[in-house]
Nanobody, 126 residues
Framework: QVQLVESGGGLVQAGGSLRLSCAAS????????MGWFRQAPGKEREFVAA????????YYADSVKGRFTISRDNAKNTVYLQMNSLKPEDTAVYYC???????????????????WGQGTQVTVSS
C-alpha cells in the first residue's frame, strides 16, 4: 500500500512558477513509476509528466514540455513537479500517481496507476 500526499499548489500570476511535491509513504517508493496528472473543471483528467522508478527516464505532455520538469528523490520518497512560465490554461487540480508496472508501462494511461493522491489546486491568473 502506498499513500500519496501532494503539496505546493496555490495562486500565481501568469509567467510565474510553482513547485509541487508528492510525498509517498512506505519503503518501496523506488519501485514505482510516478506520474503527474491534472484536471480542470469540466474536463477529463489529463497526463502531465511521468518519471521512471530510477529517475532515468522522463516523459512530458506536449502542452508542458520545456516549461515543467519532473524529478524524484527516492531517499526522501518524494516526486516533484517544477512548473515555470505558468499560463492560465495550466489552472487545474494536480494529482500525483504511482504505478507498479515495470514493463510495457504506458505512463499516459490513467489505468496503469495503482495509487493516487488527493490533489492540490493550482490557479494561474492572467
Amino acid at each position: 500500500q502506498v499513500q500519496l500526499v501532494e503539496s505546493g499548489g496555490g495562486l500565481v500570476q501568469a509567467g510565474g512558477s510553482l513547485r509541487l511535491s508528492c510525498a509517498a509513504s512506505g519503503r518501496t517508493f523506488s519501485r514505482y513509476g510516478m506520474g503527474w496528472f491534472r484536471q480542470a473543471p469540466g474536463k477529463e483528467r489529463e497526463f502531465v509528466a511521468a518519471i521512471s522508478w530510477s529517475g532515468g527516464w522522463t516523459y512530458y505532455a506536449d502542452s508542458v514540455k520545456g516549461r515543467f520538469t519532473i524529478s524524484r528523490d527516492n531517499a526522501k520518497n518524494t516526486v516533484y513537479l517544477q512548473m515555470n512560465s505558468l499560463k492560465p490554461e495550466d489552472t487545474a487540480v494536480y494529482y500525483c500517481a504511482a504505478s507498479s508496472k515495470r514493463t510495457d508501462w504506458d505512463p499516459l494511461d490513467r489505468l496503469e496507476y495503482d495509487y493516487w493522491g488527493q490533489g492540490t489546486q493550482v490557479t494561474v491568473s492572467s
